[in-house]
């Protein structure tokens, strides 16, 4: 891995995985900063997911955040989470190949609880239940291609969780280090 800027950690998972929350919270553990391509898109747009999906479709949207994530892959060197369905773009997962991605997995039963009702995210109107079962089955082959990691979610707060994905990076970073400085191994 070589060492131009790039992000930490990569954090992918189907929306009610809790990228977001989790981001955070290591950002601030690790006293850098938390960055979310979902945000970049509404800011660079100046308006919200939901009115892009209804202005300008799906397929628009997805080309607004493929450009949003290969921009914060190049210049953010904090914690990154993107937007869940991200990685169905063969653009973003080949760009992933390069970094240290971790996929929070959740099951379908925490995922409702966390997302709730919440109207914000296009994809769930309707069903919420049966919307995000389809979006699990679909998905979750690809999270877990692009992923060297996982996390799963199930049960736990998200500060568990940060703490998790925190011992996963900090783990693979020494073992980095041994292997291009050998003489420094302890
Ligand atoms: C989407 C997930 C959302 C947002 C958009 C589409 C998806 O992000 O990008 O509503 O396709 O799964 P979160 O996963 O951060 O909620």
Redesign the pocket.
């Known amino acids: 891995m070589s060492s131009k800027t790039r992000p930490r950690v990569v954090l992918v ?5 809790g ?2 929350t989790v981001a955070r919270l290591l950002a601030a553990q690790w006293g850098t900063g938390a960055r ?3 945000e970049d898109v509404e800011a660079a747009e100046g308006r919200s ?1 939901s009115d892009i ?1 209804v202005d300008d479709g799906e397929q628009h ?1 997805r080309s607004l ?1 493929r450009t949003a994530v290969i921009d914060a892959l190049r210049s953010h060197d904090g914690v990154l ?1 993107l ?4 990685v ?1 773009d063969p653009v973003v997962r080949e760009e992933l190949r390069e970094h240290r991605v971790v996929f929070l997995s959740v099951g379908l039963s925490d995922a409702v609880k966390r997302v709730g009702l919440s109207s914000a ?3 769930l109107l309707g069903n919420v239940r049966s919307q995000i079962r389809a ?1 699990l089955e679909q998905r979750l082959p690809v999270y877990e291609q692009v992923a060297s990691t996982t996390v799963v979610t199930d049960g736990k707060e998200a500060d568990v969780v940060a703490r998790e994905v925190r011992e996963v990076i900090q783990s693979a970073e020494s073992a980095h280090r041994a292997v291009a400085q050998p003489e420094n191994r302890t």
Do not use: Q, Y
């Open positions: 998972g189907v929306m009610g995985s990228k977001t979310d391509t979902d997911i999906f949207f955040e989470s937007g869940g369905g991200a169905l995210r296009p994809l979006l």
